[in-house]
């Protein structure tokens, strides 16, 4: 493959050996790979996403049955953008539409945690099957969250927000536009997110290429470790994409699949940032009660993880 080609080739250049050389060359291959897909995968689906406007979905939502409406907002969410605080204007957007309120704290839930690109790099660091067990670990919390905090009757904790007329007729755009839209969008999204994703391959190339694995496999999984990982990752802001390639070291050296998914979930979906922002639309006790029920099921999945793998 031509990236690690490029990788060889510039560790061969620089003249590195052992150490240096792993780490260096998983950051040259793993940033070049990530890059390609996102610019890809981004214009594609972001080109796609210009058919369905918050006011289509809530058409397309009324009427359906409970579960139905709960699986496509999951599936909504996997195709949003790449992190928590860009995909809640869609959010805002959703409830302003009318779209009932467990179908989108489900998105809520489930767009920062998985979307197109993370499935398509995952493969390559856990496997494919692995990577279908995460998107419906990720799928199931996001429709299990949002049915308990409906069920709990949470949605009275909504604040009050000007949302704007919903309802405007609005012209069918050309392909043109479209295509301009994606490109506009794709462009803003890989601008806010390439800092992230040259920072975590980084970091996951330090891992790879100088933490021992006896310092993984001693300290990182312990029972407790699915705890430490969600705990750990709370206060980590980054999109997933990020946050895969440390995933990919820190399992490389001994860390225990679910642990690693448990982290790779929490900074996606459970970030500070995340939780300040939503204070402009949600009061502490459903912002308290969707991190609480999001990070139950973060733990189950990680633990059970761990147990049958």
């Not at 080609?5 to 792993?22: K, S």
């Not at 939502?61 to 139905?68: D, E, F, Y």
Request: with cysteine; net charge negative; charged share 15%.
């Amino acid at each position: 493959m031509v990236f690690e080609q490029f990788a060889t080739w510039v560790v061969e250049t620089l003249g590195l050996t052992g150490a240096p050389r792993a780490a260096v060359h998983f950051w040259v291959y793993d940033t070049l790979k990530i890059v390609t897909l996102l610019v890809a995968v981004i214009f594609g689906v972001g080109y796609l996403r210009t058919y369905f406007p918050p006011e289509k979905i809530r058409d397309y939502l009324s009427g359906k049955r409970a579960i139905t409406g709960y699986l496509l907002a999951a599936l909504l969410g996997i195709v949003s953008p790449f992190c928590s605080c860009s995909t809640i204007p869609i959010f805002l957007g959703m409830v302003g539409a009318g779209i009932p309120f467990g179908v989108t704290m489900t998105f809520l839930a489930v767009s920062p945690m998985i979307n197109e690109a993370a499935l398509v790099v995952l493969p390559g660091v856990v496997g494919f099957e692995l990577t279908a067990l995460y998107a419906v670990s990720g799928i199931t919390i996001g429709m299990t969250s949002g049915f308990v905090l409906n069920k709990a009757g949470l949605e009275k904790y909504i604040e009050e927000f000007d949302f704007g007329d919903s309802d405007v007729d609005i012209d069918e755009p050309t392909h043109r536009e479209r295509a301009r839209q994606a490109y506009v969008e794709a462009k803003d999204i890989i601008t806010e997110i390439i800092p992230y994703v040259v920072i975590g391959v980084g970091l996951g190339a330090v891992i790879h290429g100088f933490v021992p694995q006896t310092i993984v496999t001693e300290y990182l999984s312990g029972p407790l470790g699915v705890f430490g990982a969600v705990a750990v990752g709370v206060p980590i802001y980054t999109n997933i994409l990020g946050v895969i390639p440390v995933v990919e070291s820190l399992i490389g050296k001994g860390l225990p699949v679910g642990t690693g998914l448990a982290f790779m979930m929490s900074v996606a979906a459970l970030s500070l940032p995340q939780f300040m922002i939503l204070k402009k639309v949600m009061k502490k006790e459903l912002i308290a009660a969707f991190a609480a029920t999001v990070a139950t099921g973060i733990l189950l999945i990680g633990l059970l993880f761990n147990l049958l793998l």
